[in-house]
């Protein structure tokens, strides 16, 4: 019996020995980058919490001198229609970068209303619509004036040979 102590102080050593001689645990990964910052969670939609909410929510730069406060405001006019009198248009721009673009054919009973974003292009002479809902193609506008915008194709270009083609600031 005089011997377990002996063992006890023995066996706590080895212990302790062993305990020493583990090797060093495996360094952790490096923990994941925080997400980044996005406006609003309401904001980013289904996409909230996400790394790609931070992208959605980068808006293109304007031009140098393009004030967008200044071009922001209502925009109408009668554009030119194949196969009736015309469509009467009238757009809202809003300096957050929306916009609302409502369509009633004349002698129709043919109404749209459009809602999504807009960009200028680096030249500051072209406003992109872009609309919310993508089985609508974007549209485009020349930039005539601050009161003026010119209805081009759906390539940006000056549709040829059509008459008054222009939306003006209401």
């Known amino acids: 019996?005089?011997?377990?102590?002996?063992?006890?102080?023995?066996?706590?050593t080895l212990a302790c020995a062993l305990a020493a001689c583990r090797p060093d645990p495996e360094p952790s990964p490096d923990p994941a980058p925080e997400p980044l910052a996005s406006a609003t969670t309401a904001?980013?939609?289904?996409?909230?919490?996400?790394?790609?909410?931070?992208?959605?929510?980068?808006?293109?730069?304007?031009?140098?001198g393009f004030d967008r406060?200044?071009?922001?405001g209502a925009f109408a006019g009668t554009l030119p229609c194949a196969d009736?009198?015309?469509?009467?248009?009238s757009m809202q721009i809003?300096?957050?970068?929306?916009f609302r673009l409502t369509e009633t054919w004349r002698d129709r009973d043919r109404r749209t209303e459009t809602a999504g974003t807009w960009t200028i292009d680096a030249d500051g002479t072209r406003l992109q619509l872009d609309p919310?809902?993508?089985?609508?193609?974007d549209r485009w506008f020349e930039i005539v004036s601050k009161d003026e915008i010119r209805m081009l194709d759906t390539n940006g270009e000056a549709i040829a040979g059509?008459?008054?083609?222009?939306?003006?600031?209401g």
């Open 1 to 12: 019996m005089a011997h377990r102590p002996m063992i006890r102080l023995a066996l706590a």
């Open 94 to 98: 809003g300096d957050d970068g929306t």
């Open 132 to 137: 919310d809902s993508k089985e609508a193609d």
């Open 162 to 169: 059509t008459p008054n083609t222009s939306l003006r600031r």
């Open 43 to 64: 904001d980013a939609g289904a996409l909230g919490g996400t790394d790609a909410s931070a992208v959605v929510h980068h808006a293109p730069k304007d031009p140098a």
């Open 69 to 72: 406060k200044a071009f922001a």
């Open 84 to 89: 009736c009198p015309g469509i009467d248009t």
